[in-house]
Nanobody, 123 residues
Framework: QVQLVESGGGLVQAGGSLRLSCAASGLTFNNYGMGWFRQAPGKEREFVGAINWSGSSTYYADSVKGRFTISRDNAKKTVYLQMNSLKPEDTAVYYC????????????????WGQGTQVTVSS
């Protein structure tokens, strides 16, 4: 079956960096665009960024543009989220997902989800 497993979360001070990884199995990885979303306590899950199947196109939420970078390694079936200049408001559980049909920005466009990894940014 399809599995997406996130890793790399943790506690970091404001201004610091983290790199999240999402390892995929059970799907033809290079057929899928991939997205990162996050969900803070009491808030809806929100789009962070996405990357198309080849890695030639990336998309970002305005709140992370210029600070976060998405990349992928199709040979390793892994997508990454490099997060720099982290802020306390970036604190959330971060999820990766594989895109089915539709716009990159909406949760409804994604068919498989990982279990999430916690990112906590202290001030």
């Amino acid at each position: 079956q399809v599995q997406l497993v996130e890793s790399g979360g943790g506690l970091v001070q404001a201004g610091g960096s983290l790199r999240l990884s999402c390892a995929a199995s059970g799907l033809t990885f290079n057929n899928y665009g991939m997205g990162w979303f996050r969900q803070a306590p009491g808030k809806e899950r929100e789009f962070v960024g996405a990357i198309n199947w080849s890695g030639s196109s990336t998309y970002y939420a305005d709140s992370v543009k210029g600070r976060f970078t998405i990349s992928r390694d199709n040979a390793k079936k892994t997508v990454y989220l490099q997060m720099n200049s982290l802020k306390p408001e970036d604190t959330a559980v971060y999820y990766c997902a594989s895109k089915a049909l539709g716009d990159y920005y909406y949760t409804s466009s994604y068919n498989y989800w990982g279990q999430g990894t916690q990112v906590t940014v202290s001030s």
